[in-house]
């Protein structure tokens, strides 16, 4: 009977007692934005840019890359769309803009701190999403990847800001910035939890390495510490905080990030339904007495069997 009402549960993402959780797709291509336009979401929570440059000799021209974001943007009226500026280096190359061999990829010239050395790429994608934003109206959000201080988050939304976009904000993937989550707020308009990476560089362990799985689950309660200090810095701002790692797709433990203050979750499409129903069968109490367990818990393990001792038998 239960299973049979849930298959029903439609629209946007909403608590049991009705707080609304914004479920949203993650996102690298513009064929990946056509099919999740038609879906039961929200909009796009992490539009990766990556796929444009990987894997060519020279840069997507300013033409190109405003025909892409029009497009993404196209197949999503009235929803909004974080765009992710270009999270290349270290380990995604670009064969136009080698900095050369780095000793620890993961560590180096990568994300934001590309951009800064490459001005010229930022500035041409920036151009882009801002003619593609002009030309649809779209609600149009743009983050920078691999964020550490509060120096690069007001750097990049004033970057964001001086071509005519509307707002600007910060992935939240290094714990520095996970940590001080309230100094970068306060100097951009909203930030979103990189889980993958913010687990691998808590843990210091390699997210390539299938071997570290057990160190990088996102049940970690070092993680689930470095997230809850992310929304303590939200509410501090006032400012959204959502996730769009992996971890916003496990429907038990999307009831832990929303307990812990997140106000967005963005995954993959093929996930959407089951973390719809988890919202809809829990209080947001409950989910906050879910995250409070969670912290408490000495282990992954421990983090986990304790939420769902916690949650409805369905889960
Ligand atoms: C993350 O790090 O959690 C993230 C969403 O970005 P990516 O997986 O593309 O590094
Ligand atoms: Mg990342």
């Known amino acids: 009977r239960r299973a049979a009402a849930l298959s029903n549960v439609s629209g946007v993402g909403v608590t049991r007692d009705g707080t609304k959780v914004a479920l949203l797709a993650n996102i690298g291509t513009a064929e990946d934005a056509e099919k999740a336009g038609k879906l039961d979401c929200e909009g796009v929570g992490l539009f990766r840019t990556e796929f444009l440059f990987l894997d060519r ?48 990829p993961a560590l ?4 934001l701190r590309l951009q ?34 509060r120096e690069e988050a007001r750097w990049f939304a004033q970057q964001v800001k001086a071509v005519g976009l509307p707002k600007g904000g910060t992935m939240i993937e290094v714990p520095g910035a996970a940590i001080r989550a309230k100094d970068i707020l306060e100097v951009c308009d909203f930030a979103s939890l990189g889980t993958n990476d913010l687990s691998q560089y808590t843990m210091a362990a390699d997210r390539m390495q299938g071997a570290l799985a057990p160190l990088l689950s996102p049940w970690q309660p070092p993680l689930l510490d470095l997230v809850k200090m992310a929304c303590e810095g939200g509410r501090a701002t006032g400012k959204p905080i959502g996730v769009c790692g992996e971890a916003g797709g496990d429907p038990l433990l999307a009831l832990v990030l929303v307990g812990l203050g997140v106000s967005s979750l963005s995954m993959a499409t093929p996930k959407l339904a089951a973390v719809r129903t988890a919202l809809s069968l829990h209080e947001l109490g409950a989910c906050q007495r879910m995250a409070t367990a969670a912290l408490k818990a000495r282990s992954a393990r421990k983090a986990r069997q304790a939420v769902l001792d916690l949650a409805d038998p369905i889960m």
Do not use: S
């Open 57 to 104: 000799e020279d840069a997507p021209t300013l033409e190109e890359q405003t025909e892409t974001y029009t497009r993404v943007f196209r197949a999503f009226p009235e929803r909004r769309v974080v765009v992710r500026t270009l999270d290349a280096g270290a380990d995604k190359p670009l064969a136009f803009a080698d900095l050369g061999e780095e000793e620890n």
């Open 108 to 111: 180096g010239v990568r994300g």
């Open 116 to 149: 800064r050395e490459r001005q010229d790429l930022l500035d041409t994608q920036l151009q882009a999403l801002a003619a593609a934003y002009q030309a649809t109206g779209a609600d149009v959000r743009v983050m920078a990847p691999m964020v550490a201080t």
